[in-house]
Every structure is written in structure tokens, then in C-alpha cells.
């Protein structure tokens, strides 16, 4: 009798190993599979990196592009393909395994402006005198100033207000981006999400082989 229910325990145990190996080189697979088809999705939108560009009743122009979510392991690379360089972030003293969100932009300015330009007389050695034209032009974003001596010198500060604002549409992660500078816009625009990834003990495998191997104790 002993010995019947050893060799039975131990077709039931050997059949939960078997179990179990089967369903780990299948979740192997499938995350490789779905490793492969997340990378074509980053390097695919990277080619198509369109920005949607959505108008307000007010005028206000705001910038809509989608973003990729990627999981935690397939963060190097997917940040390679989007253009990122490792060497250039360790450079920054920014550590890639700790980055949730990137986000890439490439901005465009068009303006135009009037200065008035102002002559002055500049004393040089206290004998020779030169005269130099100075100017100033500000549109509250972008500023110059500078003058025109034997060739053009000038100084330039530009400062715009970027708002992003992240959100769920549908089955897709969208970016929004708001400019306070009304004449500039987005050309191109790539955003990366990492995903965190679940711990072991919260994989549908797992759970699987506990409630099969449950099941066979409360059948005893």
C-alpha cells in the first residue's frame, strides 16, 4: 500500500514538473515573440514619428503624437532605436535602467521683428573715436541685442513654456505637448513609456501550476 502511493506521488509530482517545464518554455517563447514584435512596433514608429497637430476655439495650437510602451528589459535597446545614445545619457549622469518616460522633440521657430538701430560715439584710448550702432528687438519669447561694428555682434536669449501631459485614448498611450510660443511648432516627436514589469509570483504561469497543484491535494 505504501509503496503504491509513493510510485502515485510520485507520477503526480513528475507530472507537475513536466507541467511546469512545458508551461515556462512556452511563456519563454511567447515573451521572446513579444519581445521581437515590441522592438518592430519602436522601430516603427520612429520611421512614421507623425505629430498631430489639434487647434482650440481660442486659437491655441497644442501638439498630440503617440507614444510606445516598453517593458523594463527591453529599455536599452528600444532607447537605441529611438535615437538615443547610452554613452551620451552616462555622459549627463543619467542612469537609462532608471528612466520610466523619454521623450524626444525636435522644435521649429519661425518669426520675424523690427529693431530701431541707435548710433553712439565709443572713445578708444581716449583719442580715436569709432561709431558703433547698437540695436535691441524682443517678442517676449526670443530676445537680441547686440551691435554693428566692423561686423555684426549680438546676444540672443529665447525662452518658451513646455507643458507635457500624458494620457490614455483608446488602446493607445497618447503625449500632448503645449507651447507658450505661438510661432513655434513640433516638426518631429518620439515617446517612450516603460512598462513595469510583474513579479514572478504575480504571472498567470505561476498561478496556473499553484491552482493545478491545489487542485490535486483537496482531490486527495
Known amino acids: 500500500m505504501i509503496k503504491m502511493l509513493k510510485s502515485k506521488w510520485t507520477w503526480?509530482?513528475?507530472?507537475l514538473l513536466i507541467?511546469?517545464?512545458t508551461i515556462v518554455v512556452q511563456q519563454l517563447r511567447i515573451r521572446n515573440l513579444q519581445d521581437s514584435i515590441q522592438l518592430q512596433a519602436v522601430e516603427l514608429?520612429?520611421?512614421?514619428?507623425s505629430v498631430e497637430v489639434?487647434?482650440?476655439k481660442n486659437g491655441e495650437l497644442t501638439y498630440q503624437l503617440n507614444s510606445v510602451s516598453v517593458d523594463k528589459r527591453n529599455?536599452?535597446?528600444s532607447l537605441e532605436l529611438a535615437g538615443y545614445e547610452i554613452k551620451e545619457l552616462k555622459r549627463r549622469e543619467i542612469n537609462y535602467k532608471k528612466i520610466n518616460s523619454a521623450l524626444q522633440l525636435e522644435l521649429n521657430v519661425q518669426g520675424s521683428g523690427h529693431a530701431t538701430?541707435?548710433?553712439?560715439i565709443q572713445v578708444i584710448n581716449g583719442v580715436d573715436t569709432a561709431?558703433?550702432?547698437?540695436?535691441?528687438?524682443?517678442?517676449n519669447y526670443l530676445a537680441l541685442n547686440g551691435s554693428i561694428d566692423n561686423r555684426l555682434n549680438f546676444n540672443y536669449l529665447y525662452k518658451s513654456g513646455i507643458q507635457i501631459i500624458q494620457y490614455n485614448k483608446k488602446r493607445q498611450t497618447m503625449v500632448a505637448?503645449?507651447?507658450?510660443?505661438?510661432n513655434a511648432s513640433i516638426t518631429t516627436g518620439n515617446n517612450i513609456i516603460v512598462r513595469k514589469e510583474r513579479k514572478w509570483y504575480e504571472k498567470p504561469w505561476v498561478w496556473g501550476v499553484a491552482g493545478l497543484a491545489g487542485g490535486v491535494f483537496i482531490a486527495k
Open 117 to 120: 538701430i541707435v548710433d553712439t
Open 45 to 49: 514608429s520612429m520611421l512614421n514619428d
Open 19 to 21: 507541467l511546469m517545464y
Open 177 to 182: 505637448v503645449i507651447l507658450d510660443d505661438p
Open 54 to 56: 489639434l487647434e482650440s
Open 12 to 15: 503526480i509530482i513528475a507530472g
Open 75 to 77: 529599455l536599452k535597446e
Open 131 to 139: 561709431t558703433v550702432r547698437k540695436f535691441k528687438w524682443t517678442n
